[in-house]
């Protein structure tokens, strides 16, 4: 009984302690992602091919930790939402959509109609840096 309290614990603490490591992952100054392909305001036929642009940092893959990946993270795209909070976990779902292998760009399928989209740079567990680096929000139309 002493044991799984002590692993409870032991886990809950490490768990608090990744947590609160990477709410304080920073990005370099002048950091920035963009839209590489797509402007506010264009009309796309689906699927839609998004090519993200990074400056000021490298990419690495989800879970790459360690020396020599400082400056580092991978791209989210978000589909119709907002950004997560700062210091939160980016979701994992249809509108959070994660590229956590290191893909710098990616065809996605989208109804007709108006869509936002915003990229976020996230760390080694999927939290945005400190300063959060993310693209300008932008509306696009996929035409019928």
């Keep these: 009984m002493r044991f799984s309290s002590f692993g409870a614990a032991l886990a809950l603490t490490l768990a608090a302690s990744l947590s609160a490591s990477a709410q304080n992952t920073p990005s370099p100054e002048g950091a920035r992602v963009y839209f590489i392909n797509l402007e506010n305001g264009d009309h796309v036929q689906s699927p839609v091919l998004v090519q993200f642009g990074l400056s000021g940092m490298g990419i690495a893959p989800f879970g790459l930790t360690g020396a020599g990946t400082e400056n580092t993270g991978h791209h989210h795209l978000i589909v ?22 290191g893909q710098t760009e990616a065809t996605v399928t ?14 080694a567990l999927h939290i945005p840096h400190n300063p959060p680096v993310m693209s300008e929000r932008i509306t696009i139309t996929v035409d019928p």
């Design 80 to 101: 119709d939402a907002d950004a997560p909070p700062a210091g939160v976990p980016i979701p994992a779902d249809m509108m959070h959509v994660h590229y956590g292998r």
């Design 110 to 123: 989208l109804p007709p109609g108006q869509h936002t989209l915003q990229l976020v740079l996230g760390d």
